[in-house]
């Protein structure tokens, strides 16, 4: 069964910064869509950014200009930069990758911005 493990979550201050990356535990996401979701309290899971296997990307509205999603060659490793946080980025960030018709979900990295 692979794996998805997620790290880089934290504190940290509007205007700040992180990095959150998702580790696989066998290479999927060269030939697989991978990206990032996330949940605040009482709303629902929203997409936050996604890669493809030709690594194009895309953006949800609030995000963009601020994060950038990339990969590694070896296909194992997907990482969110995080630029620019606002208190309204807070939530429960989720790695997520398509496999073999299905998907697969990390457990997730808390990321809190304060004012």
């Known amino acids: 069964q692979v794996q998805l493990r997620e790290s880089g979550g934290g504190l940290v201050q509007a205007g700040g910064a992180l990095t959150l990356s998702c580790a696989a535990s066998?290479?999927?996401?060269?030939?697989?869509?991978v990206g990032w979701y996330r949940q605040a309290p009482g709303k629902q899971r929203d997409v936050v950014a996604l890669?493809?296997?030709?690594?194009?990307?895309m953006y949800a509205d609030p995000v963009k200009g601020r994060f950038t999603i990339f990969k590694n060659n070896a296909g194992n490793m997907v990482q969110l930069q995080m630029n620019d946080l606002k208190p309204e980025d807070t939530a429960l960030y989720s790695c997520?990758?398509?496999?073999?018709?299905?998907?697969?979900w990390g457990q997730g990295t808390q990321v809190t911005v304060s004012s």
């Open positions: 066998e290479n999927i996401f060269n030939s697989n869509t």
């Open positions: 997520y990758a398509t496999y073999e018709g299905s998907g697969l």
């Open positions: 890669i493809g296997r030709s690594g194009s990307s």
